[in-house]
């Protein structure tokens, strides 16, 4: 089973799609219900769907970007303010070196300071951090076939064997109320009934089914995911 991508519920979809494909060089494919912004081998793919963003500050789910130097960390925040983005203020404080901004829509996001050593080598949409237990972080892991990269305490980090974006879970200080205005959305390789059974059997709970046959589950957390069928 693979990652079909992360979706983003957003009042005008369009918005936002053009702010990331602008910041990340992707191209904007037309999707069921939204717009899709594939990604490469081992970059995340982004989608976007008519809906709502929720409460700023109260997001489950934050990208971070990576940069080669601090030109490149300057050059990418300065595009991302020019393409409709802004600061953002999540309690950092000033010394941290990296930048938070929001996109279009609302949804915050990183921009890392150059020489972390963390996310080197991840590529230019380097993680996706979520709010959640090490339990999700395990449920992900077998859901998507890929290792565990990082597991202290309740931060846990995968990775596609083939590298690229991380995806982690931590429980923040102050963890943001239950949405789905953020979620997986995953494509199987094969059968979706197949597929949907195993992901309860490693742990998922069904929710129901969608009128477009997408089937809807949340992982050990209760964080909402769907699982789609191909085409």
């Not at 369009?14 to 081998?41: I, K, N, Q």
């Not at 996109?103 to 709010?131: M, R, S």
């Not at 390789?189 to 129901?208: I, Y």
């Not at 009128?211 to 069928?229: C, K, N, S, W, Y």
């Amino acid at each position: 089973m693979r990652s079909l991508a992360v979706t983003f519920e957003a009042e005008n979809p369009a918005e936002p799609a053009r702010f990331w494909a602008g910041l990340l060089g992707r191209e904007v494919v037309e999707d069921t219900g939204g717009v899709l912004l594939p990604g490469e081998d081992t970059q995340l793919g982004l989608r976007f769907v008519p809906g709502r963003a929720g409460r700023v500050g109260a997001h489950r789910m934050h990208l971070h970007l990576t940069s080669e130097n601090l030109d490149g960390q300057r050059h990418t925040v300065a595009t991302a303010i020019s393409l409709g983005g802004r600061h953002a203020d999540v309690g950092q404080r000033p010394e941290e070196p990296h930048v938070v901004l929001a996109d279009p829509a609302g949804y915050e996001f990183c921009v890392i300071e150059p020489g972390n050593d963390y996310l080197a080598g991840c590529g230019p949409l380097g993680e996706l951090t979520c709010a959640g237990s090490r339990q999700a972080g395990l449920f992900w892991s077998k859901a998507l076939g890929w290792p565990l990269v990082w597991d202290r305490g309740e931060q846990t980090a995968i990775q596609s064997p083939r590298g690229g974006t991380k995806v982690a879970w931590d429980t923040w200080e102050s963890p943001p109320a239950p949405s789905n205005h953020q979620r997986f959305e995953l494509l199987p390789d094969g059968d979706q009934r197949a597929a949907a059974d195993e992901l309860v059997s490693l742990g998922a709970t069904r929710l129901g089914t969608r009128d477009d046959g997408t089937v809807v589950l949340a992982d050990p957390d209760g964080t909402e995911f769907r699982v789609r069928h191909d085409g």
